[in-house]
């Protein structure tokens, strides 16, 4: 996937330069070459390179070695903290999903690396019907459709079309220090239905599904080297607590997610949604049950829940063109509200991808100033939104449009609720404190170190100030590109053999077959180039930005632990007395009185007469602690508002004010202070109609 390439800041703090590395005695010397040579010529069935419990009692052979040695670490830091990298973003199970064809190759196989490792048959002779390689990588498609065992030309950092996630290559990436990996299981309907190639049918949910069983059955499949159920190092996990206590005893946690364009049949037909509340209900359940603690709601199309960030340039042009085959309609833009902007509209010509269209129907031109996607979080949307952190899920906000992606943090927000996550750039950088405050995590796209480097000093004082590590999400089999190699002669480059972060594994180059991989002249071309890249980007950016990965582990888990321990506050207002300066009457059937805003029921509503100076105020009974107070406006809102206090009801305080008021939910946070009365009072409206609110809030906390 693109991503904005933004310019670096300087650096907010000097790191001290490593030191240099000792030269090696002779007999130390020998002892690893010796190592090496051991794991060169790899352990046979039946055997174990030597007693260590991270090697396996019985490695499928041929396979690939992961030249790495040393023990993985095991444990906790002083404070308790686990220590490790966590890949916020991957696809380990994509060549299920798109019809089955787009994405040549599995990440583990029964019959053996040979049967993983092979490309698509219609790739075969020399690639020439390689159609979507033809569209995303350029030039004729033409290539070595080999992989096993010579892997002449993929995997490739700029092939997208071929499985860089065979298992073994995760298994170095492990052993090179990462401790958490989130596996997004994706699919999108639109691009299996139009590609030429596929062997099963297109439902998204369908995939998800087979790809979820697939994990399980890897980790089965890793469980059986190591001798049964439980011993291997790959191990889904379904609570930080059970993560925790992976990363403890070294392993590795994964995590489920979910990246699809229509989620529980969630699509939208000529602005028409194509589900309800009962289908997010059960499309839920049966994720959680399957495992899933994270997912998008939306990705590349705007479906019945929000509209999306655009892309760019001529992907954007053909996933426009997807966006009107799925929905009837195409992008519509407007110009943005605040600083936060979706990404530039694709505009370039993509003329394989136009084809697909009616006859007399075209791409519509976009005005440069309109950035913004009109489409936000829908109705149906905000439920399921709600419907996740009832479930303590973890909701991906990278692919929303802004407006989408704001009116999910004004939800979140009035409910303190910190299971937010942006995992590969695909956010506003605005939103990123937001994020923050309220305890989310995040990570940056595998970009080249350089980049990598500069997008994370961009943000590394607000991590300083909320105390926060980083991540990386490196979307592989994702079908976004990947560091390219810096060349043979960089001055800088990485060199090998180089040790892990933590100092305990040695690593060299990656071999498998008859190729052997180099950062420096091959990119970050599979997964087990990640402690590689890693390196790199100590040598490229510092390891000041190495430290703030490797704590990413743990600042990942505390999100993760917090949504899961998060306890909806207690409402202060709810069913207490109240009044208005005015309730809007229709007819004698319809009410809108001052006590349906704090029934608990978004089904009701108060409303006022269309008027500037309203206000709405609620008794609590007796003097209460207030911190915060949340409003839910429908679509008459108020564009000046404050939130004022009082001990008897006469004399009054405001706690809050704003002139900037957007609609959808606010929080007004202040600092605590003691009262029995609460009121809010408008003193200007955001539409022509009066003040309305579905539901106002009164906290404690």
Not at 267 to 277: F, P, S, T, V
Not at 340 to 368: F, M, T
Not at 390 to 397: Q, T, V, Y
Not at 493 to 513: A, E, N
Request: contains cysteine.
């Amino acid at each position: 996937m693109t991503h904005e390439r933004r310019e670096p800041r300087a650096p907010r703090r000097q790191r001290p330069e490593p030191l240099p590395r000792p030269r090696r005695k002779p007999f130390a010397v020998l002892s690893l070459l010796l190592g090496l040579l051991a794991l060169t010529l790899g352990p046979v069935p039946g055997a174990a390179a030597d007693n260590g419990w991270w090697n396996p009692t019985a490695r499928p052979a041929p396979d690939s070695q992961i030249n790495v040695t040393g023990e993985p670490f095991k444990g906790t830091d002083a404070q308790g903290n686990v220590r490790g990298f966590v890949d916020a973003h991957d696809h380990i199970m994509s060549n299920e999903g798109f019809g089955g064809r787009l994405i040549c190759g599995k990440p583990f196989s029964d019959a053996g690396i040979a049967d993983a490792l092979k490309d698509c048959p219609e790739h075969y002779p020399d690639g020439s019907l390689a159609i979507f390689d033809f569209i995303t990588k350029g030039g004729d498609g033409k290539h070595d459709p080999d992989g096993w065992p010579t892997f002449k030309d993929w995997p490739a950092h700029d092939s997208l079309t071929h499985q860089q996630n065979y298992y073994a290559w995760i298994e170095r990436a492990w052993r090179g220090g990462q401790r958490v990996l989130v596996n997004d299981l994706v699919t999108n309907g639109v691009i299996c239905s139009v590609y030429f190639f596929k062997d099963r049918g297109c439902d998204e949910m369908t995939a998800i599904r087979l790809e979820a069983k697939k994990t399980y059955d890897m980790q089965a499949y890793v469980d059986k080297m190591y001798g049964g159920a439980g011993k291997g190092w790959f191990r889904i996990v379904t609570d930080s607590a059970q993560a925790r206590e992976v990363i403890k005893q070294g392993k590795l946690a994964v995590v489920l997610g979910v990246e699809t364009s229509e989620p529980f049949g969630c699509k939208q037909i000529l602005d028409i949604a194509q589900c309800g509340q009962a289908d997010i209900d059960k499309g839920l359940d049966e994720l959680y049950n399957l495992g899933v603690r994270s997912m998008f709601l939306c990705h590349k199309f705007d479906n019945a829940l929000c509209g999306v960030r655009f892309d760019e340039g001529a992907l954007g042009t053909a996933i426009n063109v997807g966006q009107f085959l799925s929905t009837g309609t195409f992008w519509k833009t407007e110009e943005c509200k605040g600083p936060q902007h979706d990404n530039p509209i694709g505009l370039a010509p993509a003329a394989s991808a136009e084809k697909q269209l009616p006859a007399g129907v075209s791409v519509p031109s976009y005005a440069s100033g309109a950035q913004c996607n009109t489409r936000g979080l829908t109705d149906l949307g905000d439920y399921a939104v709600r419907g996740m952190m009832k479930r303590k899920m973890m909701l991906e906000l990278d692919h929303m449009s802004v407006k989408a992606a704001g009116q999910a943090f004004d939800i979140m927000e009035s409910e303190n609720y910190p299971g937010v996550i942006s995992s590969h750039s695909w956010m506003d950088l605005g939103w990123m404190e937001r994020l923050y405050k309220l305890g989310g995590f995040a990570a940056a796209y595998m970009g080249g170190s350089e980049g990598f480097s500069a997008e994370a000093k961009r943000t590394d004082a607000l991590r300083e100030k909320y105390n926060v590590g980083y991540g990386y999400g490196t979307d592989m089999n994702g079908v976004g590109g990947w560091p390219g190699p810096r060349g043979a002669n960089t001055p800088n480059p990485v060199t090998y053999p180089f040790r892990s972060t933590d100092g305990g594994s040695v690593i060299d180059k990656v071999t498998t077959g008859q190729r052997t991989w180099d950062l420096n002249t091959d990119g970050a071309s599979h997964y087990g180039l990640v402690p590689d890249w890693i390196e790199d980007i100590r040598i490229v950016g510092g390891q000041g930005v190495v430290d703030d990965l490797f704590k990413g582990a743990e600042s990942y888990l505390r999100t993760w632990g917090a949504s899961e321990q998060h306890k909806a506050g207690v409402n202060l207002a709810a069913g207490r007395p109240s009044s208005a300066s005015t309730s809007e009457w229709w007819n004698p059937f319809v009410s809108f009185a001052p006590g349906l805003a704090f029934d608990g029921s978004r089904g009701s509503r108060w409303a006022s007469e269309w008027h500037d100076d309203e206000w709405l105020q609620v008794d609590l009974g007796s003097s209460q602690l207030v911190k915060r107070v949340t409003l839910d406006w429908e679509a008459a809102y108020g564009r000046s508002y404050r939130i004022e206090v009082s001990a008897n009801g006469t004399d009054w305080t405001t706690a809050w004010s704003t002139v900037e008021g957007d609609g959808g939910v606010d929080t007004a946070r202040f600092s605590g202070v003691p009262a029995r009365y609460v009121r809010v009072h408008g003193a200007g409206r955001g539409t022509k109609w009066g003040y309305s609110l579905y539901e106002v809030g009164v906290y404690s906390s």
